[in-house]
């Protein structure tokens, strides 16, 4: 572990670091009339409920019920904003754009004239007062995807609990982002790629392409308590997601899970789709893992059997024993 890394992480839980994710995720525009009738028959979680500062996380699928990819949805004063990985841009653009047929939507890619900038840690929200002018005791209060309007068109700032510690996404247009991104790095650290993973994986949040694909049910990835609304109407790939979870009791043949190691600092991490064994059994693979400071050894995540899904279960990763924990 380097001293960089060291001093972010001791920094994203006692103070704040910061990341500019405008080419890390991409960003949709979704309005007109039917805009959330459109998108609350597509979409897994609640939307037309939401009002303007609202939002939710969902998945949109197919109708199978696998992932086309997972979306942090926004509702704006003049439509949503849908937020998903960069690598999903292209196929979410084009699956949607399938979908509009009599409705009168539009869908624009805005994530090359739309920018975020995530602020993170404990101090988050008094830095973010300090550059956006909003209290930081309003900005403490927002529940995550929660959202203010500032000053200049499509700006805002959204509530973030990505990195399992108190964020806020600042949206604005590329410049004004870039003033922003300025007065953000002479306060705090920048958060590299490594402090993303690590945080991620600590807070037990999956990422579409590298821990859930375009094959993942949303109950396999264990994203339902945030992703699925289980009171609204019907939406693609709910038929999949009812049978499973009544007829099959919510079982599901594989399941994501954390894998923990005790290990010293140093320790080498698993690579991406290391096989995970249980008895002479290959029952998954990693997906994603680091050396972790919070549980001091190597925590990963892997998509496994569901006979290896029992927290406590004893596995085995390159010779060596991982215990299974349950993603919170």
Known sequence: MTETFRDEYRALHADA???????????????????????QGLLTQEVKALKAGEGAYA??????????????????????????VAAARDTLLSRLDQFVIME?????????????????????????????????????????????????????????REFGVP??????????????RKAVASRAMAAGEQLLEVARI????????????????????????????????????????????????????RRLIWLERPAPEGSVVWPAGTPVTLGEKTVGAVSSACWSPAREGLLGMAMVHRDATEAGTVVSIDGHEAVVRRLP
């Open 17 to 39: 670091v910061w990341v500019d994710r405008s080419a890390r995720d991409a960003r949709l525009d979704v309005r007109g009339p039917d805009a959330a009738e459109w998108l």
């Open 59 to 84: 998945a949109y699928l197919t109708p199978q019920g696998r992932m086309v990819a997972d979306v942090r949805v926004l509702r704006r004063d003049d439509g949503f904003l849908l937020e998903a």
């Open 104 to 160: 009168d939507v539009t869908i624009a890619d805005a994530s090359e004239t739309l920018g975020v900038v995530t602020v993170m840690g404990p101090k988050s929200a008094s830095l973010v007062s300090a550059i956006t002018g909003v209290e930081g005791a309003r900005l403490e209060a927002l529940p995550e995807h929660a959202h203010l309007a500032l000053e200049g068109p499509a700006t805002f700032v959204a509530a973030s």
């Open 167 to 180: 964020g806020f996404d600042l949206f604005a247009p590329v410049a004004q982002l870039a003033d922003w």
């Open 202 to 253: 600590e807070a037990g949040r999956p990422r579409f392409g590298i821990d859930m694909h375009e094959d993942t049910i949303p109950l396999e990835a264990g994203i339902e308590p945030r992703a699925i609304s289980f009171d609204k109407g019907c939406y693609v790939g709910q038929e999949v997601v009812i049978r499973i979870l009544h007829r099959g009791q919510g079982r599901v043949a």
